[in-house]
């Protein structure tokens, strides 16, 4: 396989947030200038609106949260020109760990050295996360960045991987997916006729019922060894 289509969060990069916790919402609140609502109160209106964009959607399309972010700002009398810096914030706010895996970096690098086309294709918010991807020094690795924001659907949806098809002019049949969760990269890459690595970390969702991968990695040294034979033998 040629094309490689990496997860993100617990694929490339070990992330924990914290958006449940009181004083995550008071430093949100701290930001939100003229907010007179306690942290509690705030977290209950952004989940609200929250709810309210995916209540619009189908199954498996994704919200934009700068669309939640503009809206919270203007309930709170702010202008909604600030959105993609509060939402920058607000993420920073919530962040207890992002860095890349160690190997990860080697990993994409000796990929590309060795031809292969590298790209992303991840749930996440782009608001944050493209910043996310430079601060962990990974964007100069990938081909193409694809986010399931950007795209107004979410993996395991075929729509989210077509997308990706779509805009990297890419076969599924000359592509690897790469993540971490057995329903959402696994059951959505076999979806659409690709294969796909499974790498188990501390982010994997655990299922009762969920498809077999093609194959497993047991570390990401592991998964250089595994990609690099996809290459050679593609």
Known sequence: MKNLLFDLYGTLIDVRTDEESGAFWQEVSKLLLHMKERGGELKERYASLCFLQKEKLPP????????VFRALLRECGLPDSRAEEFAVQFR????????PFRGAKKLLAELRARGAGV??????????????????????????????????????SPQFFEAAFSRFSLAPE?????????????????????K??????????????????????????????????ECVDA
Request: hydrophobic share 35%; glycine share 8%.
């Open 174 to 194: 000359h592509c690897l997916y790469v993540g971490n969760d057995l329903r959402d990269d696994v059951g959505g890459a076999h979806g659409v006729g690709m």
């Open 196 to 229: 796909c690595v499974y790498i188990h970390t501390k982010q994997s969702g655990k299922y009762d019922d969920a498809p077999e991968p093609d194959l497993i990695a047991e570390n990401h040294k592991n998964l250089l060894q595994i990609l690099t034979k």
């Open 119 to 156: 790209y992303l294709l991840s749930n996440a918010q782009a608001c944050f996360t493209r910043a996310e991807i430079s601060a962990c020094g990974l964007t100069p690795y990938f081909n193409g960045v694809l986010l399931s924001s950007e795209a107004g659907w979410k993996k395991p």
């Open 92 to 99: 920073k706010l919530s962040l207890r760990r992002c860095r």
């Open 60 to 67: 498996l399309a994704e919200i934009d949260l700068l669309a």
